[in-house]
């Protein structure tokens, strides 16, 4: 069994290449999956899909043989040529690839170092891939061990301190933007995790907020718990707002800010939508594929996940030395979880050797019984006094085994052992 991980991500690829390769939804993540695990050569399979980055982690019998299979799926779903995808792909194998899980999952490869989305949206990524029974034993073993370094680095590190989020970030933009938010409107689109916290740091920063989602109740919803739970913070119905969706030309036409971060899988904002205003606005568009059809239009400034990216630096510079220290933990656990892979290799063998010794015992005992060298009676202390024999006398290359299995000549030494001792599987 192999790990390999292909990765898309805001390194590697522009915005328009992961709107192409992005997974709108479960049925198009269902398809996907469904179409990669008919191989022989894929075991196991988890598709991780964001804004920021398309991630397809593997369990498989050889590596070589399964890549070609997976670029050619992606390029049939993604309508992108295969080449290109190669040479676009960061590819990841074995130790490299859980390396780059656990990196992952502890926010450490995220456009926004620190952002606190990731290890619940791969949470949710491993959930639906187990639920659907395209992973197993060992997928689960290399993300629950990345979920446990995950927790490492948030309990040894300030990284995930303070709420950092791409939301965060675009608020954080929007805040420089605009000097004074006395009396100043944000339209948010949506009603889902990302509008939840762009409404939140609008609100923590002195915006009012107007949200705005086809899902009116789950909008409703959504004001009602910030209102409810300010996080220290107390709201009232006039700093958050909730307006229909039928009034969203109105709205995109009266404010100067907006944020968008819808699950629509096409624009929802189109250039024949806006109208003259006097002043310039500002639009965040933080939803994969983008909510914004693109165009250029007088005083309106556009921004997508790419072009948070000065702030992005300045938050990875504040944040460097933190990331020295969870990258170190990255490293030493990602060591960790193949010593302990290997441990779990060895402990089948040992419970052979074992259990082939209980049956050669019980085997002679009742010959010996069957040709009168023993009384039956007597079967129970005998077996207790051989048991007792077997046992001390394996102990010692039990030991010795579970040692070298986590050397490097691990591997040859146990197949001998296998060999010497006949255990096939």
Request: glycine share 4%; proline share 2%; charged share 25%.
């Amino acid at each position: 069994m192999e790990y390999l991980v292909i990765s898309f991500t805001h390194k590697n690829t522009d915005i328009n290449t992961r709107e192409k390769l992005a997974f709108n939804n479960e049925v198009e993540k269902e398809v996907f999956l469904k179409s990669i695990i008919k191989y022989d050569k894929i075991n196991e399979a988890i598709l991780l899909s964001t804004c920021n980055r398309i991630e397809l982690i593997l369990s498989v019998p050889n590596q070589k043989e399964t890549l070609s299979i997976a670029i050619d799926e992606l390029s049939n779903h993604s309508s992108l040529g295969i080449d290109e995808l190669l040479n676009l792909a960061d590819i990841y194998e074995n130790e490299s690839a859980a390396h780059h899980i656990f990196t992952v999952a502890s926010s450490l490869d995220s456009l926004v170092v620190g952002e606190t989305q990731i290890a619940g949206q791969l949470k949710d990524a491993f959930k639906f891939s187990l639920d659907k029974g395209y992973c197993a034993q060992k997928l689960s073993r290399v993300l629950h061990y990345a979920f446990k370094c995950a927790a490492k680095v948030r309990n040894a590190t300030q990284l995930g301190s303070g709420s950092v989020s791409v939301a965060s970030t675009a608020v954080a933009q929007a805040k420089n933007i605009f000097k004074d938010m006395t009396n100043i409107k944000a339209l948010v689109i949506g009603a889902g995790e990302m509008s939840e916290l762009a409404s939140r740091h609008l609100l923590k920063y002195g915006f009012d907020v107007v949200i705005c989602s086809r899902n009116n109740k789950k909008a409703r919803a959504l004001a009602q718990s910030i209102i409810s739970d300010g996080n220290g913070q107390s709201y009232s119905q006039n700093q958050i707002k909730v307006e229909p969706y039928e009034k969203l030309e109105e709205l995109l036409n009266s404010m100067r800010l907006m944020v968008t971060a819808t699950s629509a899988p096409y624009p929802i904002i189109k250039k024949e939508m806006v109208k003259p205003f006097a002043h310039t606005r500002h639009w965040f568009d933080i939803a994969l594929p983008r909510d914004i059809e693109q165009f250029e239009y007088e005083n309106l400034n556009i921004y997508s996940v790419d072009d948070l990216q000065c702030i992005v630096n300045e938050n990875l510079e504040i944040r460097t030395e933190q990331a020295k220290e969870a990258y170190a933990i990255v490293g030493k656990m990602t060591k960790e979880f193949f010593v302990w892979l290997q441990t779990l290799s060895v402990e089948p063998m040992i419970k052979t050797l074992y259990l082939k010794s209980d049956a050669i015992i019980e085997k002679k005992i009742q010959n010996a019984i069957k040709k009168h060298f023993i009384k039956a009676e007597d079967k129970e202390n005998i077996t207790k006094l051989c048991q007792t024999v077997m046992a001390e006398f394996l102990h010692h290359p039990a030991k010795k085994l579970r040692e070298v299995s986590t050397s490097i000549e691990g591997d040859v030494i146990l197949g001998t052992a296998q060999s010497i001792f006949n255990i096939k599987d």
